[in-house]
């Protein structure tokens, strides 16, 4: 079974996220949209989208979205089969949440490292 196919999205808090997106619009190119972040589309080595995307996302230091890690960040990795891989972290001994979300974005669940970082696991919906 293959576990980690990719990076799905990279997600960071901020003291000031308004003024560190705007740095990372002007400084870097970055689209960075009203939600806090964008969405880069994956293309071949021509430049030829291909079906896929990699999120990144500043949010404000206040938010929980990553707890219960008290970490800044968060990585969000692509999986093929959330739930195989999730019982298997399971029976390694792994500090695997017990909520997996389900929706027309995918599959989510979440892993606490040995460092205490939250994990995101995603299964994107077919043909993604």
């Known amino acids: 079974m293959k576990r980690v196919t990719g990076i799905g999205g990279i997600f960071f ?3 000031d996220a308004p003024a560190l997106q705007a740095w990372y619009k002007r400084h870097l190119g ?3 949209q009203e939600w806090g972040g964008t969405a880069f ?3 071949d080595g021509e430049g030829t989208p291909l079906s896929g995307t990699t999120i990144w996302s ?6 929980d979205q990553f707890a219960p890690s008290t970490a800044t ?3 969000n990795y692509r999986v093929e089969d959330l739930h195989a891989l999730v019982k298997v972290l399971r029976e390694e001994g792994c500090n695997v949440l017990e ?3 389900e929706s027309e974005y995918g599959k989510f669940a979440w892993v606490i490292d040995p ?3 939250k994990v995101e696991l ?3 919906p077919a043909g993604q």
Do not use: C, H, L, Y
């Open 30 to 32: 970055i689209d960075v």
């Open 41 to 43: 589309t994956w293309t």
């Open 99 to 101: 909520k997996i979300d």
């Open 73 to 75: 960040f968060m990585v």
């Open 115 to 117: 460092e205490g970082n």
């Open 13 to 15: 808090k901020a003291k």
């Open 58 to 63: 500043i949010g404000s230091a206040q938010g």
């Open 122 to 124: 995603w299964q994107p």
